[in-house]
């Protein structure tokens, strides 16, 4: 994997910022209440799929590392603890 854009924004790589306002608005958007939805109607379950997935994209993109297994779980952990917390906070 190439590194990460170097394109810097007060300092801190592009991606980076990217990957952290993204997962602020994930974050946001799944505490909102019951009745109010960000984004276009559809299933939840693929809602979910999709956000977790370009997380998880993201992740990859911000990450380099040329020992593949241990950086993909890294990055599936971290992702699984933060589905596990997101479900644990939401009403």
């Known amino acids: ?9 007060f300092g801190v790589r592009l991606g980076v910022v990217a990957l952290a ?6 974050f946001t958007g799944t505490h909102l209440p019951g009745g109010s939805q960000l984004g276009p109607p559809g299933n939840d ?15 990859c993109y911000v990450t ?3 020992r593949y297994f241990p ?4 990055i599936g952990i971290a992702a699984m ?3 596990a917390f997101d479900e644990l906070t939401q009403r």
């Not at 306002?21 to 994930?26: E, G, K, P, R, S």
């Open 1 to 9: 994997m190439r590194p990460v854009t170097k394109i810097t924004i």
């Open 21 to 26: 306002a993204y997962w602020l608005i994930i």
């Open 45 to 59: 379950k693929i809602q979910h799929f999709t956000a977790y997935f370009f997380l998880g994209a993201m992740l």
């Open 64 to 66: 380099t590392s040329r």
């Open 71 to 74: 950086r993909f779980l890294i």
């Open 81 to 83: 603890s933060y589905a």
